[in-house]
C-alpha cells in the first residue's frame, strides 16, 4: 500500500484554526515506531510517512499537519 493515499495533510492549525503555519523541524520521511519487521518480511518495502513539525504563529502550538 502506497503510504502517500493513507496521509491528508491540514492547512489550519488544530487549535486556533489559524493559517500561519512554519515548519520548524523536518525529520523527513520515517517508518513507523515501534513496528518491529520480522527476519521473513525483510523483504517487503516498509511504509515511510512524513514527521514535520509546524508551528503556528497565532497560538504558538506545535504540531504535525500530515
Not at 513507523?32 to 497565532?58: G, M, Q, T, W
Request: glycine share 4%.
Amino acid at each position: 500500500m502506497n503510504a502517500a493515499k493513507m496521509v491528508s495533510r491540514r492547512t489550519r492549525c488544530r487549535v486556533c484554526d489559524g493559517k500561519d503555519l512554519v515548519k520548524i523541524l523536518s525529520l523527513g520521511p520515517t517508518a513507523l515506531a515501534n513496528a518491529f519487521v520480522s527476519r521473513e518480511k525483510l523483504h517487503e518495502p516498509e511504509l515511510f510517512f512524513p514527521l514535520d513539525a509546524y508551528l503556528c504563529r497565532r497560538c504558538s502550538l506545535v504540531q504535525l499537519l500530515d
